[in-house]
């Protein structure tokens, strides 16, 4: 074999490695759009929330709670929790007493604890709001405690859950992504025949 023979073929194998790890690249970062994008289309437009894991993602309909949690922000809620490790202070997510047809969610303050009637109940508050809710939530109604909140990401999420928005989010960048990992593999290619042709001569 001579030692342009074997050039070429570490050439060839380096080719090969570089373009594996080009599509690795380029498949890893479109699975990561995608997902993003899937998770995105299923935080919902209205007061339904959808389950990830032990957490429960939903968009805030109404400024009840502004200033610190406005009109748009998305509430990370904890699901599970024990409802004796609630305290006052808490902004805990919970089915909306005295409502009829589907079911509805309110995220509030907790003002009070009470053990009255024998069961544990909670008195709640908007924080924007003057007077506390008309209602006492029964432990069994929380779906559990906020964990996180962030300013105006439901405008975002409502934006990518539009056909627009979500070829502009997830589509367009995801074809950008194969577009450039193929013009590394085409450069690369290019460049070994360059090579080649350079060692033939």
């Known amino acids: 074999m001579t030692a342009m023979t074997e050039a070429t073929e570490r050439t060839g194998v380096r080719m090969i490695k570089k373009t594996a790890v080009y599509l690795a690249t380029g498949l890893a970062l479109i699975l990561l759009a995608g997902f993003l994008g899937l998770f995105l289309l299923s935080v919902p437009m209205a007061d339904s929330i959808p389950v990830v894991g032990d957490y429960e993602p939903m968009i805030v309909q109404s400024g009840s709670m502004e200033p610190s949690i406005p009109v748009g922000g998305v ?12 305290t006052e202070g808490d902004v805990i997510t919970f089915r909306t007493p005295e409502q009829t047809g589907e079911p509805s969610y309110t995220t509030h303050r907790v003002t009070e604890l009470s053990y009255e009637t024998g069961d544990l109940t909670f008195s709640t508050k ?13 432990a069994a109604s ?6 996180l909140s962030v300013p105006y990401l439901g405008y975002f999420v409502r ?7 979500f070829m502009l989010v997830v589509v367009v960048p995801a074809l950008l992504v194969i577009t450039l990992e193929l013009r590394k593999i085409y450069l690369d290619i290019r460049e070994r025949d360059l090579e080649e042709a350079d060692a033939c001569e």
């Open 75 to 86: 509430v990370l809620v904890r699901k599970g929790i024990d409802p004796g490790d609630i």
């Open 126 to 138: 908007g924080d924007a709001n003057e007077e506390p809710d008309s209602w006492t939530v029964p």
């Open 142 to 147: 929380v779906i559990g405690r906020e964990v």
């Open 159 to 165: 934006h990518v859950q539009s056909p627009y928005g």
